[in-house]
């Protein structure tokens, strides 16, 4: 099967080997992105490997060596720093850039998109830079935003139960080589005494996250909150995205045993009355929004929309303008990979008119 179409646009992935890359890849094939010609690119140490893409073979090649002229839209999930020096590059050579890192989020002259809350955002591109949000803030946008609409959202409490994904793949191997430590070991000491097994030292995750939580992700910011970089992307990011610059915003992030997909614990206050009834039929027009009793991330895992559910009025907030709510969603589809390329779906339509 082929899915190039003549009449479509020239894309370059810039990260396509890695965990998110490889999602992107996947992604573009499923909703028969328009593409014209596809370049997969990469640090010098992935160039040269090859990678398939429908019945197509393509040859990474090396970022620092490649010509970066004819690219209609670029798609990069590298990290800040590689972000930093090449979406500028990409971009004055005429390419569209979506970029997946915290590198461009807060720049004023950046719109911050999620594709179903702030696609107007995009008519003005003054850098032909666009962000992708940050994954916890991706969850809780196609939920909040509704709600935001119907009743006024004024302050936000959440608290992130993030998947090892996460980190990425380094953060899957410590997950599984600790997790078969401590089962080697036997299950008895780890249900009766788990401080006693000797798991592997932590090498992406600050401490064992086997069987267990760690309440830190990220680093620690140099303005004395003492909060993490993780914790304030979800305040600012918001604000941006909600266009509530004001908004009252606070974020705990933990990193839980999980494999993939992340869940937050959402405690919003409103400047008008909402009853749960009331959230639940805004909610149930939201777009990619499903309600559900449970929310779990193997819920989440592997589709395109938030969950959410255990929708209840906030008992800590005087009269109805309060609710709790739990929201999961896969982080490295929704949370990264598919809403880049949603952004690069709309980004075709307004200026390329595909």
């Known amino acids: 099967m082929t899915l190039i179409n003549e009449q479509g646009i020239n894309v370059a992935v810039l990260g396509a080997t890695g965990q998110v890359g490889m999602v992107m890849r996947r992604i573009l094939a499923d909703r028969r992105f328009p593409v014209k010609n596809l370049r997969f690119l990469a ?34 999930s590298a990290g800040g720093g590689t972000s930093k020096v ?37 008519d003005d591109i003054p850098n032909r830079i666009v962000a992708n949000p940050n994954c916890t803030t991706m969850a ?37 080589n600790e997790a078969k430590a401590a089962l080697d070991q036997g299950a008895d000491k780890l249900v009766f005494d788990g401080s006693a097994i000797d798991f592997p030292k932590p090498t992406k995750v600050a401490r064992t996250i086997a069987f267990d939580v ?22 600012n990011e918001s604000r941006k995205i909600l266009h509530l610059p004001e908004l009252a915003a606070s974020c705990t992030c933990v990193r839980v045993g999980v494999f993939t997909a992340h869940g937050m614990s959402v405690n919003a206050e409103f400047e008008h009355d909402v009853t749960p009834d009331d959230a639940r039929a805004v909610l149930a027009k939201a777009q990619n929004v499903t309600i559900t009793d449970i929310p779990t991330p193997l819920q989440a895992a592997g589709k395109d929309v938030s969950f959410v ?11 109805r303008k309060g609710l709790s709510m ?3 969603s896969d982080n490295l589809r929704k949370g990264a990979a598919l809403n880049a390329i949603q952004i690069a779906e709309i980004i075709a339509d307004k200026y390329f008119k595909l």
Request: hydrophobic fraction near 40%; charge should be negative.
């Open 214 to 235: 760690v309440p830190f992700i990220g680093g620690i910011v140099d303005d004395g909150s003492e909060e993490t970089d993780e914790e304030q992307k979800l305040r």
């Open 86 to 122: 090449w979406a500028p590059r990409f971009a004055e050579k005429g390419a569209f850039v979506v970029d997946n890192s915290s590198q461009w989020r807060l720049h004023n002259d950046v719109p911050l998109v999620v594709s179903e809350v702030n696609p107007d955002d995009l």
């Open 140 to 176: 809780c946008m196609p939920v909040l935003k509704p709600l935001s609409d119907a009743f006024g959202l004024s302050r936000l409490i959440v608290s992130s139960y993030q998947a090892v994904s996460g980190a990425g793949r380094a953060g899957a191997l410590q997950l599984m």
């Open 326 to 328: 739990f929201i999961t």
């Open 309 to 319: 559910g255990r929708i209840r009025q906030d008992q800590a907030v005087p009269g």
């Open 43 to 76: 640090s010098a140490r992935s160039a040269g490997t090859v990678l398939e893409w429908c019945d197509r073979k393509i040859t990474v090649e090396d970022v620092a060596k490649a010509d970066l002229s004819g690219i209609d839209i670029a798609i990069f």
